[in-house]
């Protein structure tokens, strides 16, 4: 990728670029949590967005998408916004970056990936993630903090894109390490890296292929649920909501809302267990938080589809540790931990038994945990 990336770039604009790349991302545990101020254990992967990038001296941004073969040209202000949707990532970390006092100038780049797109590994956040990067490498002499950079990429999803998101997905592509998940509280944005060393277990994640798109999606309406209930509470998000608070204002509160809140606050309470079990080894507890968060996402938070609750049925038919579904969700892929000795009949298996009822089978990404944003 990164040779074809230059070879593109030398035969538009003439110049060899500077290379930079930033990773999508997979979670274990805490979905839709993120928003509510709770917690999320996520870790960069080894598909990334890749850009080669160099200043043009003009003020403007011509960008190459070489995977959608679209080129597009734009200013800096707030009303050079392009059309295309692709081009208003890049856009909107500039503005972003602007905004802040920071410095962007006119410049040229190719990018390109191979984040599957809206399967829920994030996409975006590893396009954000990687041009903010290189806009603070390259025009700020690296002075915007990572966190910085990671909410650069979030307002870029708010004020650009439509989408309400977390900082999840921006955190994880601009923090990851290779072979350590992380544990972020969302509200207070503090950290720790895990080792993940899952012996005698593999992380596999089995892309249903059903495309999501959280723009337009009703991703934004969970959130609002959880605000409305967090504000009948008198709290400010749901991360300081209890089962015991949410019982009392019952009668305030829609049968709809309520089932919200229900998944966010049992999946806050599973991501703390998930971090004890991890430090025990004790995997099977972790398999049964993730099975515990798909039928809460499925059932209470409604925000599966017919596929992936196929998909997690076979696995577990297929005796597979845990599996859910990750990410925002309404499509995409899930996540499961599955014992080494099964994995070859579990991939068979839900091949085959996925084509039989759907006519196509599911696409399967071995997971493998790797560097977030960098310089190449
Ligand atoms: C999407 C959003 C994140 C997070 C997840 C659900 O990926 O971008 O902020 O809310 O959904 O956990």
């Not at 995997?283 to 515990?292: H, I, L, N, W």
């Not at 996402?297 to 596929?307: A, T």
């Amino acid at each position: 990728m990164k040779e074809k990336i230059i070879a593109l770039f030398k035969e538009r604009f003439g110049e060899e670029p500077v290379m930079y790349a930033s990773s999508g991302r997979i979670n274990l545990i805490g979905e839709h949590t993120d928003y509510n101020g709770g917690f999320v254990f996520p870790g960069a992967i080894d598909k990334c967005i890749m850009a080669g990038i160099k200043e043009n001296g003009t003020d403007k941004v011509r960008v190459y998408s070489a995977d959608l073969d679209s080129y597009t040209e734009f200013g800096l202000n707030e009303e050079d916004k392009p059309n295309e949707q692709w081009a208003c990532y890049v856009f909107g970390v500039c503005r972003e970056i602007i905004k802040r006092g920071g410095t962007v100038k006119g410049f040229d780049a190719v990018f390109a990936g191979n984040v599957p797109l809206g399967a829920g590994l994030s996409s975006s956040a590893a396009l954000e993630s990687c041009f903010a990067f290189a806009l603070n490498d390259m025009f700020n002499d690296n002075k915007i903090d990572k966190f910085e950079l990671a909410k650069i990429g979030q307002s870029t999803e708010h004020n650009y894109c439509g989408v309400n998101c977390g900082i999840m997905d921006q955190f994880a592509s601009v923090f990851g390490k290779k072979d350590h998940l992380m544990r972020l509280d969302c509200r207070s944005l503090e950290h720790q890296y895990y080792p993940f060393d899952a012996k005698g277990y593999k992380l596999v994640l089995i892309d249903s292929r059903v495309k999501h798109e959280l723009v337009d999606s009703p991703y934004n309406k969970r959130r609002e649920s959880c605000e409305r209930v967090a504000a009948t509470l008198g709290v400010e998000t749901l991360r300081d909501a209890t089962m015991e608070m949410l019982e009392a204002n019952r009668d305030k509160i829609s049968d709809e809302d309520y089932k919200r809140a229900v998944y966010v606050i049992g999946e806050k309470q599973r991501v703390l267990d998930v971090c004890d079990a991890l430090e025990r080894g004790d995997f099977e507890t972790v398999g049964k938080c993730m099975y515990e968060t798909h039928n809460g996402l499925s059932k209470d938070y409604e925000v599966s589809c017919v596929e992936l609750d196929f998909l997690n049925d076979i696995a577990r038919e297929c005796d597979v540790t845990g599996s859910r579904i990750m990410g925002g969700g309404f499509g995409g892929c899930t996540i499961n931990l599955v014992k080494d000795d099964l994995y070859d009949k579990f991939i068979a298996t839900v091949c085959e038994k996925f084509n039989a009822e759907y006519g196509h089978e599911p696409k399967v990404y071995d997971v493998i945990i790797s560097d977030g944003a960098r310089r190449l």
